[in-house]
């Protein structure tokens, strides 16, 4: 089976971090969403990856390149934004017809058991209830739990099971040949060549589609979100911050996760805290923020922020939204 990864998306609504550092690799509890999903797929024996890259795609391959040499990779650049039918379609040059994939959207961290996943026979869709359901695309069940219909944000839900950005498909070859008929008749709704519409060819041809109900997922791609998730992962992550010499006349309170060669004086640090290597924090109080690498803070109130690499900030604030290569005199 082969993993397809797409990451070529500019992360809009968590500018402006993504003017100059893709989304996938912004850093959650201590390392990018990239390698969550990454090591998720390790896991479970996934070898082979195919990542669809565009903005900032140079970057998204220095770090696969440079994090996981060893494994069997391919990059697949995606030039024109339209949408994630259009990103799967590209795959086809590097990806065999008679293969099986699995599709994780490079922005999501997924609490699910993958193992579980890819034992399915059939392919299969993670999905999840929710409240608001005209806000995803939609899969609608049968009795045998069988999905019999996917809709990409109705205005009216037959159902409210959410797809939550991951797929495995079977028919690759099938899926392949609907969305090239969807893009040579340029199907598009709001621009976009959809997933879902090639889904449902899979589905109208006669092959079964099952549900898979996920425990929980993330989409990382709004900064409340992304914070919130830092919260709940570091909860669940064992800290670095006892016996560390670089933390002088400092109060941690947990979970916090400090980089590599950070350091911190005279601060108190957490709950919910992610500092990247080689930052330098001095006379602050922190909570609930991811702070970047080679990042210098002093005299600082911070909360429900977050912090870009290579940033300076002296004086007091509360909440920030901060991109990289900044600098700020708040005193």
């Known amino acids: 089976m082969i993993a397809v990864i797409p990451v070529a998306g500019v992360g ?5 971090h993504t003017y100059t550092q893709p989304k996938s ?5 201590g390392k990018p969403i990239l390698s969550y999903i990454i090591d998720q797929l390790l896991e479970v024996g996934i070898t082979e990856f195919v990542f669809v890259i565009g903005y900032l ?3 998204i391959k220095e770090y696969v390149d440079s994090e996981y040499p060893k494994i069997n990779k391919s990059f697949v650049f995606q030039e ?3 949408g994630l039918g259009h990103a799967i379609w590209l795959t086809k040059e590097v990806i065999p017809n008679d293969s099986s994939i699995i599709i994780v959207l490079g922005d999501t961290i997924l609490d699910a058991n993958l193992k579980e996943f890819i034992k399915i026979k059939n392919s299969a869709l993670g999905v999840k209830r929710v409240d608001n359901p005209s806000l995803f695309g939609v899969a609608q069940l049968n009795d045998k739990s069988e999905i019999i219909q996917v809709v990409e944000k109705p205005k009216i839900p037959k159902s409210n099971m959410a797809l939550v950005g991951l797929y495995k498909i079977n028919e690759y070859g099938l899926l392949i040949e609907a ?3 969807i893009i040579k008749k340029k199907k598009k709704v709001n621009n976009e060549y959809l997933l879902t519409d090639g889904i449902m060819t899979i589905i109208k041809k006669g092959n079964k589609v099952d549900a898979f109900k996920v425990d929980n997922w993330y989409d990382c791609g709004q900064k409340e979100v992304l914070l919130q998730t830092n919260a709940l992962l570091l909860k669940n992550k064992k800290g670095n911050t006892k016996n560390n010499k670089l933390l002088k006349n400092t109060i941690i309170i947990e979970p916090v996760v400090i980089g590599k060669n950070a350091v911190v004086e005279n601060s108190i640090i957490g709950p ?3 500092i990247g290597e080689n930052s330098v924090i001095k006379e602050s109080i922190l909570k609930d923020s991811i702070i970047g690498s080679y990042t210098n803070l002093s ?3 911070l ?3 977050l912090v870009g690499n290579d940033t300076v900030i002296k004086g007091s604030a509360q909440s920030l939204n901060i991109g990289d290569n900044t600098a700020l005199d708040l005193r």
């Open 25 to 29: 690799l912004i850093p959650v509890a």
């Open 299 to 301: 005299g600082i109130v």
């Open 80 to 82: 024109q934004r339209e």
């Open 272 to 274: 919910n805290i992610t």
């Open 303 to 305: 909360q429900h922020s």
């Open 179 to 181: 969305l090239e008929e």
């Open 57 to 59: 795609g140079e970057k």
């Open 12 to 16: 809009t609504q968590l500018r402006p």
